[in-house]
């Protein structure tokens, strides 16, 4: 098995070493020699992409067997897409997979938020996920598409924003967000590897929607300090991005990844996701 992952950050990075324990040969695109450095440290052969066409992309593509995309898109679409040539599919190719956003269905004034619905983004970035989506899924193999919503783990979680000293509890009545750890992402796509649907659209996220603060607070009773104080939501002075975050509301349903790909989260609320960031955290912080 070879295996492509355009654009390997965060859950690239994780789902590639997987693949590496389980004997497969990984390619991960970044940007910077740096992340390149980051990336051949983990064992994943990397290639510098910039956006624009290069044959060593179109080797990659074409030698791949599995070939997961997660750039995002900019004003003319998804840069990966626009650098490869239209005939990079070939016979080698046994699947395709989009990271996309659970942000296309936009608001669902706190309803829920399934993969049939249309797609109605508030946003820019959002409207480009969704016609991104839209362009992976127009090729002769179309790509399947997995949405996800806020994502964390090891490193990357509210752990780390209490003690940067960053972390806020914003007090919106009604307002809850869905998550996702990052190992439940891999876990899936690696049952979506097992269980192949081309075209097939996944929400990949935990059980239990709910205020970010909650999340705050269980990561203060991990690290032993006091919450910081509940902020009402007009008073909070947030920056358009964060306010535009804010006027999205909806509980993004997971039954069909359970149902169709034999995949259960692991970490289906944030308090076991937590945990599982505080357990693997270190060095831990001193009282």
């Known amino acids: 098995m070879r295996v492509l992952i355009l654009g390997c950050g965060f859950v690239g990075t994780a789902l590639g070493k997987v693949m590496i324990a389980q004997g497969a040969q990984v390619v991960g695109t970044c940007r910077s020699q740096s992340g390149a450095d980051g990336l051949a440290a983990q064992g994943i052969e990397p290639l510098l992409f910039d956006g624009t066409p290069d044959p060593k992309l179109s080797e990659a593509a074409d030698s791949a067997s599995h070939v997961l995309a997660s750039i995002p898109p900019g004003p003319s679409g998804d840069p990966a897409l626009a650098a490869l040539p239209s005939d990079w599919l070939g016979d080698k190719t046994r699947w395709i997979g989009y ?7 936009g608001d669902r004034a706190g309803g829920w938020a399934y993969e049939d619905d249309a797609p109605t983004p508030l946003s820019v970035e959002a409207t480009r996920r969704a016609a991104a989506e839209a362009a992976w899924q127009s090729l002769p193999q179309p790509a399947h598409v997995f949405r996800l919503p806020g994502i964390y783990g090891p490193g990357r979680s509210a752990l780390e924003q209490v003690l940067a000293g960053t972390a806020r509890r914003i007090d919106k009545p009604g307002q809850v967000f869905s998550r996702a750890h990052r190992e439940d992402i ?102």
């Open 99 to 105: 990271l996309s956003t659970t942000g296309v269905y």
């Open 186 to 287: 891999v876990a899936a796509l690696l049952a979506s590897f097992a269980r192949p649907n081309p075209g097939r659209i996944y929400n990949i996220c935990d059980d239990h929607p709910c205020p970010s603060g909650d999340v705050i607070v269980e990561a203060c009773r991990l690290l032993g300090r006091a919450p910081p104080p509940l902020i009402p939501f007009d008073q909070a002075g947030l920056s358009d991005m964060a306010r535009r975050f804010y006027s999205e509301c909806k509980r993004v349903s997971n039954a069909r990844a359970k149902a169709e790909l034999g995949w259960t989260p692991a970490f289906p609320t944030y308090v076991e996701g937590l945990a599982d960031c505080w357990a693997r955290l270190e060095p831990k912080p001193s009282d």
